[in-house]
C-alpha cells in the first residue's frame, strides 16, 4: 500500500513555481514598503483619487511628509493640526491649518507647533491635479 500522500496521480505541473509567482506579485503589489521610520502611510485609489493621512506625533521628534507619484505630478494639500501644550495659557495649545500645492516627489519638514506638547495631530489631504495614484506619507527623522 503506497504512503499516504504518494500515488499515481500526476501531481499539477509546476504548483510551486505558480505559488512562488502568486507570492512574487502579491509582494510587488503591496503598497510602497513601509520602513521602520515610516509612520503613516496613505495611498489615493483610482487615478483621481485623494491620499488622507491622519497621525499622532510626538514634539521631541522630527518628522517630514513625503509625497510620492510619477515624477512631475502636480497637487494640493489642505492640512489640520491641533496641539495641547504644558503651558496653554502662553500660546501653546492650538490649532493650524493651511493649504501648499507641490509637485511628485515631495518633501516637507514637520515642526512641532510648541514645545512640552502633551498632545499633537496632524492631518492632510493630497489631492492630484492631474490623473495619478499617489501616496502621502510621515517618516520619522529621529530624535530633535
Known amino acids: ?12 505541473a509546476g504548483g510551486a513555481t505558480r505559488l512562488s509567482g502568486l507570492l512574487a506579485l502579491l509582494v510587488l503589489a503591496a503598497p510602497l514598503a513601509q520602513g521602520p521610520d515610516v509612520v503613516a502611510e ?24 513625503q509625497i510620492d507619484g510619477p515624477p512631475g505630478v502636480p497637487f494640493s494639500a489642505s492640512y489640520f493640526q491641533v ?11 492650538g490649532n493650524d491649518d493651511g493649504r501648499f500645492e ?3 516627489p515631495y518633501e516637507r519638514d514637520l515642526v512641532a507647533p510648541a514645545s512640552q506638547l502633551l498632545f499633537w ?5 493630497v489631492s492630484p491635479k492631474a490623473p495619478a495614484e499617489l501616496v502621502a506619507r510621515v517618516v520619522d527623522r529621529g530624535p530633535q
Open 42 to 65: 496613505s495611498q489615493a485609489t483610482g487615478q483621481w483619487g485623494v491620499a488622507p493621512l491622519q497621525v499622532r506625533l510626538n514634539w521631541q521628534r522630527r518628522y517630514a511628509l
Open 83 to 93: 496641539y495641547v501644550s504644558h503651558e496653554a495659557d502662553r500660546g501653546g495649545s
Open 102 to 104: 507641490g509637485e511628485t
Open 121 to 125: 495631530r496632524y492631518s492632510v489631504v
Open 1 to 12: 500500500m503506497p504512503d499516504a500522500g504518494v500515488g499515481s496521480r500526476p501531481r499539477a
